[in-house]
């Protein structure tokens, strides 16, 4: 069955210095990935995704994100964090077969601290 | 806006009540579905539609049912509310159920309690 995890209930990052926020996932098959911010009392908003092609994905607000299928990880990354990007991250997998059915992970709240 | 609208955002239901929460897109999506959302649980699936006249259970679905009568509205009942319902849901749609290219589109939750 497909499943995703994300192993941190929350990250801490100073303004200003790099942010990871970390997922691993089990699918079979090749998976379909998306990373999703939720802002305090708000839904999720869609950041980024991987269908297939380059490993390294760009997204919104300048996040990004590395598919590393040797490790089934799709970590979240953003080079230089800010205080803003503090919400709660979600990531998914999709769920095989015909449908759209997605998989989310627990969350991992980032908080930055100016 | 074209989007997700759901309503209400927030409620306060006594055990046993029955409520509908609505969800309506203007996107001319053909999947939507319900998700709620507990805190160290992330967000479960309730249950979800492919089309018009198509709807299946997710991973949750006990105590709610749902119906797609058009392409728009997804509405999500609440048969019997007990405590263990309270929670909030988000319904999110996406275009085409059968190529994931798009991602989803949420709206806005309802924050439902049960007392």
């Known amino acids: 069955a497909q499943s995703v995890a994300q192993p941190e209930d929350q990250v801490n990052v100073a303004e200003g210095n790099p942010l990871t926020v970390k997922c691993t996932y089990s699918?079979?098959?090749?998976?379909?990935l998306f990373w999703y911010v939720q802002y305090p009392n708000r839904g999720l908003q869609f950041l980024l995704k991987?269908?297939?092609?380059?490993?390294l994905v760009k997204g919104s607000y300048g996040f990004e994100a590395e598919f590393n299928k040797s490790q089934t990880s799709f970590h979240l990354k953003k080079p230089s964090a800010l205080v803003s990007d503090s919400a709660l991250y979600f990531c998914a997998v999709r769920q095989g077969g015909a449908t759209n059915k997605l998989i989310f992970g627990t969350g991992t709240l980032l908080a930055v601290q100016p | 806006n074209a989007g997700v609208t759901q309503t209400p955002k927030f409620q306060v239901l006594k055990t046993g009540q029955s409520m509908t929460l609505q969800c309506a897109q203007d996107?001319?999506?053909?999947?939507m579905s319900w998700y709620r959302q507990d805190p160290g649980m992330g967000l479960r699936l309730i249950h979800y539609?492919?089309?018009?006249?198509?709807?299946d259970q997710g991973e949750v679905p006990n105590g709610y049912n749902v119906s797609r009568s058009t392409t728009e509205d997804f509405p999500l009942r609440l048969l019997s509310a007990a405590p263990s319902q309270t929670s909030v849901y988000f319904c999110?749609?996406?275009?085409?159920?059968?190529?994931?290219?798009?991602?989803?589109?949420f709206g806005s939750g309802t924050r439902l309690t049960v007392v």
């Open positions: 996107m001319n999506h053909e999947y």
């Open positions: 999110a749609s996406s275009y085409g159920y059968r190529v994931m290219s798009y991602g989803y589109t």
């Open positions: 991987y269908i297939t092609g380059d490993n």
């Open positions: 539609s492919v089309g018009a006249g198509i709807t």
């Open positions: 699918v079979s098959g090749n998976p379909y």
